[in-house]
């Protein structure tokens, strides 16, 4: 287009210069060794003009022609970007939609197009291991490895996440650790180490990782505050469960006395004391505690709980009433501290309450138990029968919820691979 504008001004110029000098009388006269040529002004000007269009198109020419071994690599290179983000827009966009399978070809395909293939080759990891190709995930890893020596973080990160997801926690607990010892001050690392000590249940190492994340602010306080409660409580169970009491009492002591008075807590220590029969120092913290809030497990761990006191703990249980008077677990509670004060009627009354309100298979025992203890074994015997029947029902409730939810799982799952 800019050499037809060129051309077209060019004629104009001439067809100026021509009408100018028509009315003008001369001419040109030019002598070289024996040749002599002689013409008009126009015609001299007019062939200078196209002289010096026909040898600037010429030169345009040469250099195009010169240029276009440069010119179709510059073609070829854009086309190559072009064809690149295409396939990784599609790949991306099926990942997205969980169209596992087409956002694998898609990324793959774009490959070949591409300089820095690290990003198509993590993305075709993620969607391998979404098809149970767990072999083929790992080969995109060391391909995107290969291509990429100093993403050492990315891959690394991208690894741990993938095994993590694939219930391969170890395995990640592997990557993270060696990543965390070649970048201590890399955040993502130091987060997703907490969240695999988390499952693997290692406890020490995630309250010896807390105060980093807290000190570097990766985690916010109400984050650290639970990830705290959480890492105690299972320390405080896996204490427990290794029998060994001694470590107990000295694991509830290391635990911030901040922390001690959360109620979650403090029902784990209980519960685990409760094992060695041994929890006389339990029932001054649980009574703290309900001066200050009314918590029913905490009720119902107090009466489970043996004081110093019997009398003064059935006491302070019995000014609960105040306000909570038809509280099954507090009936319970009652009827459980009467009975270790030789209340017997009392005791029944409560519990006899308690199953009125609301029927438990802890109180049909307590009531058994007491029957027992005042030699009327048949009643004893019935109510045995009774809370025996009614456990068994709830478990069998909570079998059948469980069911449901593991077939509605199931059945969800099923649906997301037919839309693959």
């Known amino acids: 287009m800019k050499l037809l504008l060129l051309f077209i001004a060019a004629l104009l110029t001439a067809a100026g210069i021509a009408s100018y000098t028509a009315a003008e009388s001369g001419f040109v006269l030019i002598t070289i060794l024996d040749w002599t040529i002689q013409t008009s002004v126009t015609f001299f000007l007019t062939m200078i003009i196209v002289i010096f269009v026909l040898i600037y198109f010429s030169i345009r020419m040469f250099l195009q022609i010169w240029d276009a071994p440069g010119e179709l690599r510059r073609w070829k290179k854009q086309r190559r970007q072009q064809l690149s983000g295409e396939y990784l827009s599609r790949g991306l966009l099926a990942l997205v939609e969980g169209r596992w399978k087409a956002a694998e070809e898609a990324l793959i395909k774009g490959v070949r197009y591409t300089n820095n293939p690290l990003i198509n080759y993590l993305c075709a990891a993620r969607a391998a291991q979404r098809q149970g190709k767990i072999a083929q995930r790992d080969q995109y890893l060391g391909l995107a490895h290969a291509g990429n020596p100093d993403a050492k973080i990315a891959l690394g990160l991208t690894q741990a996440e993938l095994q993590i997801g694939q219930q391969q926690t170890e395995l990640a607990l592997a990557t993270l650790t060696h990543l965390h010892e070649q970048q201590p ?30 000190r570097t602010k990766l985690l916010s306080k109400e984050n650290i505050i639970a990830a705290q409660l959480q890492a105690y409580a299972g320390l405080l169970r896996e204490t427990g469960s290794n029998a060994n009491k001694r470590q107990l009492v000295n694991v509830w002591s290391t635990i911030p006395k901040r922390l001690r008075r959360e109620l979650h807590l403090l029902e784990v220590y209980t519960t685990e004391k409760l094992k060695f029969a041994d929890t006389e120092e339990c029932e001054p913290l649980l009574k703290q505690a309900l001066k200050i809030r009314w918590d029913v497990e905490i009720v119902r761990l107090y009466g489970l709980v043996e004081g110093k006191d019997p009398v003064r703990q059935l006491v302070f249980a019995e000014s609960l009433q105040a306000g909570h008077a038809r509280d099954p677990v507090l009936l319970l509670t009652l009827g459980r501290l009467s009975m270790r004060n030789s209340l017997w009627g009392k005791a029944r009354s409560y519990l006899k309450e308690c199953i009125e309100i609301r029927p438990m298979p802890e109180a049909y025992r307590e009531l058994a138990v007491l029957l027992e203890k005042q030699g009327d074994y048949s009643a004893a015997a019935s109510y045995y029968q009774q809370g025996l029947s009614l456990a068994t029902a709830v478990a069998r409730h909570d079998s059948v919820k469980l069911l449901e939810q593991a077939e509605e799982e199931v059945t969800i799952a099923a649906g997301a691979r037919q839309v693959v």
């Open 185 to 214: 001050k890399q955040k993502q690392v130091k987060v997703m180490l907490l969240k695999t000590y988390t499952e693997l249940e290692a406890w020490k190492d995630v309250l010896q990782l807390l105060p980093e994340l807290e």
